[in-house]
Structure formats: structure tokens, C-alpha cells
């Protein structure tokens, strides 16, 4: 609007602004409806669905921003095992929060990532360790599979394994590097007696 000399222009908004567990997020108006802020640990662009029906995905951070809660009453997340990426192992995959009125909640779903990979494993004359041969890595137990090949997970950088099979034995040792993102390809190795 002019008034004489003088210029106003009057702006207006309508919605939500806020922050939470680090977030900046703007939604529409929140009113008597609830909101959440769903952590996947740190994993970007997993999807989180809301009684079943995809709300949001994952940020770069590992957040998911869900308005649209139904207050005082219970509202069920999830995140569905097919979309983790295969080394990645989750504790509980659903979670039930009940909201206050035009208030948020911070649901926390932790993950864990395991180092895996897939080992060659050959005898000292060049065969393939036998099918069904049982690799021991600690406390765990793994299969040999075709050409010698053993698909290990949880290792550390340094990993002792003993493989037994009925006409023999022999032990190898396998390393990772500590900053490998992907799951290696490792062999053939050679295991001794």
C-alpha cells in the first residue's frame, strides 16, 4: 500500500517453524496434530513409514522430519529391513509413541553396522577348502561354500579364523582395513595346517 510518500507491504505466513535433535524443519501448521523426528543412525535416504504408509525418508544426517501424529493416541514407525543396506542390523524395527497435542518426539532407531566380507579360502596345493568345511571366527560359525568361498560377518581389522572340515584342519589370518567402507573381496588365502 502508498500512503503519501511512504510504501508498506504487509507479508504473512502460516505454518511451523522448529528445531529438534539438530534438525531445522518447517512443516505446515502443527495445531492440535503432533510431530517427530525419527533418527536411523546416521543412514541417509532410508525410508520410515507411519502405521505403514511411507512419511518421509532419511536426510544426510539420518533424519526424517513426520508431522501428521495423531495425539494421545498410539502412532506406530517403522523401518522395514529391505530397505537397510546389508550390513547394517537393527534391534527393533517398530516403535509406538504417543504424543501430547502440538508437541514432538524424537524416536531413536539405532542401528548397528557390521564389517563383513567374502573370503577365499584355498589349501597349500591350490584347491578350494572343502563345501561345508565350518569356519570359526571367535564365537561365530560360518559355512564354506562353492570354490572355497566363506561370507563372513562382525570382523574386526584383524580376524584369526580355524576351519575344520572331517579329513583335516587348518588356520589363516585376515585383515581389514580400518576405514573400508565396503564389504572386500579377500583371497585366495592361503590356509595352513
Known amino acids: 500500500s502508498?500512503?503519501?510518500?511512504?510504501?508498506?507491504?504487509p507479508l504473512g505466513a502460516n505454518g511451523a517453524v522448529g528445531w529438534t535433535a539438530g534438525m531445522p524443519c518447517a512443516a505446515r501448521r502443527i495445531d492440535h496434530r503432533a510431530f517427530a523426528v525419527v533418527r536411523v543412525g546416521g543412514l541417509s535416504n532410508i525410508p520410515v513409514y507411519r502405521d505403514n504408509q511411507l512419511a518421509a525418508n532419511t536426510n544426510r544426517q539420518g533424519l526424517a522430519f513426520v508431522t501428521g501424529l495423531r495425539p494421545y493416541e498410539a502412532n506406530r514407525f517403522r523401518v522395514s529391513a529391505e530397505d537397510?543396506?546389508?550390513?547394517?542390523?537393527?534391534?527393533?524395527?517398530?516403535?509406538?509413541?504417543?504424543?501430547?497435542?502440538?508437541?514432538g518426539v524424537l524416536i531413536d532407531i539405532p542401528v548397528r553396522v557390521s564389517r563383513n566380507a567374502l573370503v577365499s579360502l584355498i589349501l597349500p596345493d591350490g584347491g578350494p577348502i572343502p563345501i561345508g568345511a565350518e569356519v570359526s571366527a571367535g564365537s561365530r560359525r560360518f559355512k564354506v561354500g562353492l570354490r572355497g568361498e566363506v561370507y563372513l560377518t562382525d570382523l574386526q581389522d584383524r580376524n584369526r579364523l580355524s576351519v575344520r572340515w572331517p579329513d583335516g584342519a587348518c588356520e589363516v589370518e585376515v585383515g581389514l582395513l580400518p576405514d573400508a567402507k565396503d564389504e572386500p573381496r579377500i583371497g585366495p588365502v592361503v590356509c595352513k595346517a
Open 2 to 9: 502508498r500512503d503519501g510518500s511512504a510504501d508498506a507491504i
Open 84 to 103: 537397510l543396506p546389508f550390513n547394517v542390523q537393527l534391534g527393533q524395527l517398530t516403535h509406538v509413541v504417543t504424543p501430547y497435542a502440538s508437541a
